[in-house]
């Protein structure tokens, strides 16, 4: 039986839907893997202020003829990626195919996401699509399969993989491999490991000449920690409530045939929301070292000590991003993040005294409805005094996840429309159609302004005089729209976000 694996999405990673794709070939199933990375659209250079996907009609019909074999197409998708999802499976349907949704959309919003499909996937994917694979190739109707919920029946049985190390490594095909690239109009098909390549270069700064290649990989899914706004509030109810971790000796498995698969890779990405959570993360930085591999990888500032990070260093990260998201308390509090929050003091300090140079990428959230200027002022003049020169801030507006804790406080206080399709809201923070003055002084802290500037610029009789809605919601968004254009003629049209 053929099935066809759709992604959406700007990176090809897609740990989950390649791992899919290896239990339904080790199981006996043909499938193929179909990647539409769509980086103009997707792009911080887009001025609207929802993640808007518009597929030509002439690539819905080469997908249309290049699906015509399948009996099941799956999908998957983010919330950002709702529409894009909407849009594939009514071009794809047919009387005699299927069509599942899964990934994080589906997961936190199964009845939305089953207006569109014959029935999504909640959590985990790989054993319930192999069930759902045998029942339709056996002929029969399928019917009650852990996590899968079928169009007009009830909310299914939950099950989630205890072990992940039970799981195959991910398909990278490369045969039934193919990528939509969307400047030249083509669906190149993967001859050999190298194409991947160009899906793989990375710039980790400016000045670099010669981009890197990283592999993207997964030592662990799911997160200890708690936040308000995070899906992981969600997925830890209804996919698993632990973390889970992947073996060493796995992830030592999985190096070598990096290694050996994708020769040209010198940099792992280490994807996991909990890798600093890791007992022996000493012993598996150890083994990236061994086996020459530098790596990336995210932490909460709660985890840190001196010992573990100069460790780290020393075995090669490269970068860390850590979540600060705010520093203010009121928010800290509103975010559940005053515990996680707890060492960022100690972070700061470290990589100010020992590592000064070091690329630190801290997160922070703004547009927060409940955050006073006063707050965010707070976190301003807290970078402004212990923030390393070097540090790069990420800059996200706030989206709000359906059934997270924040989502629900938001439906309750009516600040969300609940109508609207909020799950489309962008998380650039310059696509956003009122931008708060405050916002303003972080990006200047983020293209390094001198200080003391930025300092006279986040004085209260300033902000005072600066955040008022004809500012906010006209000026500021109106001269962000202008820049944008300005670099964009400069630049040209194909330039992607930054931040991905
Ligand atoms: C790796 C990662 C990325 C990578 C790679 C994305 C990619 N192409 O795979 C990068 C860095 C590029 C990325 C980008 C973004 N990400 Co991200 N990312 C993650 C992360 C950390 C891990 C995802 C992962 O691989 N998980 C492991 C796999 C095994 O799980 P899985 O993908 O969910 O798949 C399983 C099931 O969902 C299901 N399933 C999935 N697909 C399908 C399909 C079918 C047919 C079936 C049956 C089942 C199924 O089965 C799979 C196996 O069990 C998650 C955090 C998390 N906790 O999930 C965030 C997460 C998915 N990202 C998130 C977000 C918001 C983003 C961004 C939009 C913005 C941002 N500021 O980060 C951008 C989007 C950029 C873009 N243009 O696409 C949010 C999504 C929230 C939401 N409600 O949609 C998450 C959940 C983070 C969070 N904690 O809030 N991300
Ligand atoms: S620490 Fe990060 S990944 Fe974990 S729950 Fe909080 S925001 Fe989500």
């Known amino acids: 039986m053929q099935i066809s694996l759709i992604s959406p999405y700007g990176s090809l990673y897609n740990s989950g839907l390649r791992t899919i794709s290896s239990v339904l070939k080790n199981a006996g199933f043909n499938t193929r893997m179909i990647f539409l990375p769509m980086p103009s659209t997707e792009s911080g250079w887009n001025i609207s ?40 499976t009514k071009a794809l349907k047919r009387e005699d195919n299927f069509i599942i949704l899964g990934g994080v959309f589906p997961t936190l919003n199964p009845e939305k996401a089953l207006q569109y499909a014959d029935a999504v996937c909640i959590g985990d994917g790989e054993d319930a699509m192999l ?5 339709l190739d056996a002929g029969t109707m399928p019917g009650a399969i852990d996590n899968i919920y079928f169009h007009g029946a009830s909310y299914p049985k939950l099950a989630y993989i205890h072990d992940i190390s039970t799981l195959p490594l991910p398909d990278y095909g490369p045969e039934g491999h193919y990528v939509y690239v969307e400047h030249s109009d083509e669906i190149l098909s993967f001859k050999s490991l190298d194409d991947y390549k160009p899906f793989m270069s990375f710039w980790p700064d400016s000045s670099t000449k010669e981009p890197i290649y990283i592999y993207r990989m997964e030592t662990a899914r799911g997160c200890p920690d708690n936040c308000t706004y995070c899906a992981n509030n969600i997925l830890k109810k209804v996919q698993a409530p632990k973390v889970r971790f992947r073996t060493i000796e796995l992830i030592e498995e999985e190096i070598l045939w990096v290694k050996e698969k994708f020769p040209y890779v010198t940099e792992l990405f280490i994807e996991d929301d909990s890798f600093i959570a890791r007992r ?16 990336k990888c995210f932490f909460a500032p709660v985890y840190f000590t001196d010992e573990l990070i100069t460790h780290l260093i020393e075995c090669g990260m490269t970068a860390c991003q850590v979540g600060l998201q705010s520093r203010a308390p009121n ?45 965010t002022l707070y976190t301003i003049h807290y970078l402004l005094d212990n923030m390393p020169k070097n540090t790069i801030l990420g800059i996200s507006s706030l989206v709000f996840y359906n059934s997270t804790a924040l989502c629900n406080r938001a439906v309750k206080e009516n600040i969300l429309d609940t109508s609207t399709d909020y799950q489309l809201k962008t998380w650039h923070w310059h696509r956003q159609n009122r931008i708060h003055y405050t916002t303003l002084l972080l990006v200047m802290l983020k293209l390094r302004l001198p200080r003391m500037l930025i300092r006279l610029l986040a004085s209260k009789p300033v902000v005072f005089l600066l955040q008022r809605s004809l500012i906010t919601q006209r000026l500021i968004p109106g001269l962000v729209k202008a820049i944008k254009k300005h670099y964009h003629i400069v630049k040209g049209p194909n330039i992607k976000d930054s931040k991905y």
């Open 280 to 295: 022996d993360i000493r012993q598996t930085a150890s083994l990236f070292k061994k086996y020459g591999l530098t790596f």
């Open 331 to 375: 928010t800290e509090e509103i975010y559940r993040r005053t515990a996680i929050n707890r060492n960022i003091d100690e972070v700061l300090k470290y990589f100010t005294e020992k590592h000064p140079g070091f690329p630190l990428i801290v997160d922070l959230i703004v547009d927060n409805p409940w955050e006073k200027a006063e707050d």
């Open 49 to 88: 202020p929802f993640c808007h996907i518009k597929y030509p009609e002439s690539l819905l019909e080469r997908l249309k003829a290049m699906t015509a074999d399948s009996a099941v197409v799956g999908i998957t998708l983010m919330d950002n990626y709702m529409q894009a999802g909407a849009q594939l």
């Open 131 to 135: 069930e759902l694979v045998r029942q």
